[in-house]
């Protein structure tokens, strides 16, 4: 029922800053929480950063300081901000959803976009 569409990604230096963006799109319902997640290979999916309606956020203590995540209700989109970039950041950002339906959360996933750090 929702659409996740992420950009943003690429090749950054270390030191530099990228910023993700993600559309959700297609259905009407309400978004509640929007959020970027992480993997890295051989590692388990991580929560980056998360973002609810009301503005209230939480990020992974690895890049607290580093990273900011806004989103623009109107139009369901979610932006990373991500700067000081580091090698360890290295992995492909999978961005999250969560909406209402009656008193259910569904949760959708974004295709992933894949963000190397190159020293």
């Known amino acids: 029922q929702v659409q996740l569409e992420e950009s943003g990604g690429g090749l950054v230096q270390s030191g530099g800053s990228l910023r993700l963006a993600c559309i959700a799109s297609?259905?009407?319902?309400?978004?509640?929480?929007m959020g970027w997640y992480r993997q890295a290979p051989g590692k388990q999916r991580e929560l980056v950063a998360a973002i609810s309606i009301d503005g209230t956020t939480d990020y992974a203590n690895s890049v607290k300081g580093r990273f900011a995540i806004s989103r623009d209700n109107t139009k369901n989109t979610a932006y990373l901000q991500m700067n000081s970039l580091k090698d360890e950041d290295t992995a492909i950002y999978y961005c999250?959803?969560?909406?209402?339906?009656?008193?259910?959360?569904?949760?959708?996933w974004g295709q992933g976009t894949q963000v190397t750090v190159s020293s």
């Open positions: 999250n959803a969560e909406a209402y339906f009656r008193r259910e959360i569904l949760v959708y």
């Open positions: 297609g259905s009407r319902l309400s978004i509640n929480r």
